[in-house]
């Protein structure tokens, strides 16, 4: 329950002379909510936007506020657009060839006019470590006798530790 109301203040002395002052009071019983439209733990390895969403039914005080929790050298967080209940923040992440955190934690703060609060973490991770192949496999020769051949078989073993394959692809460079 949140509401303001009117409080009626009197006081009267012996000669029944009286002063009266209104003064407004508030319940406020809820804090804020907040939430993000991304997911915790996910990788990231560039510039990314993130939607807070922050509401409260009596109104908050401004945009959430943001910080970096443990503090990580080149990690900065815009100061947000606002869409309604929705504040855009560009998180911006350091160059990942001297980057050396594999988490971010981010603490947003919604603040109602009444001064009540809640804290949300958004949590992201950085894959530092580029994929891998292991096992490469492919014959002796690079010669493929055409009409008899027409098959050069590659194996091999691709491997990520940190945000995992998305893919694996093949081309050829250069021919006659």
Request: without cysteine; charged residues 20%; hydrophobic residues 35%.
């Amino acid at each position: 329950m949140q509401r303001q109301d009117a409080l009626k203040l009197t006081t009267t002395d012996s000669l029944d002379q009286a002063t009266t002052e209104t003064i407004l009071i508030a319940i406020d019983n809820n804090n804020p909510s907040i939430s993000a439209n991304l997911s915790n733990n996910q990788f990231r390895s560039s510039n990314f936007d993130l939607i807070i969403t922050a509401s409260d039914s009596a109104g908050l005080k401004g945009a959430p506020t943001a910080s970096v929790l443990v503090e990580i050298t080149g990690v900065s967080i815009s100061t947000p657009s606002k869409n309604g209940n929705d504040y855009t923040y560009t998180i911006s992440i350091p160059n990942t060839s001297t980057f050396t955190a594999t988490k971010v934690t981010i603490r947003f703060t919604a603040e109602d006019k009444y001064g009540k609060t809640s804290d949300f973490n958004f949590i992201y991770k950085i894959d530092l470590d580029p994929p891998v192949f292991t096992e490469i496999n492919y014959p002796a020769s690079d010669f493929i006798n055409l009409p008899d051949n027409y098959s050069y078989r590659i194996t091999g073993k691709a491997s990520d530790v940190g945000s995992g394959l998305k893919d694996v692809r093949y081309a050829v460079l250069s021919g006659d």
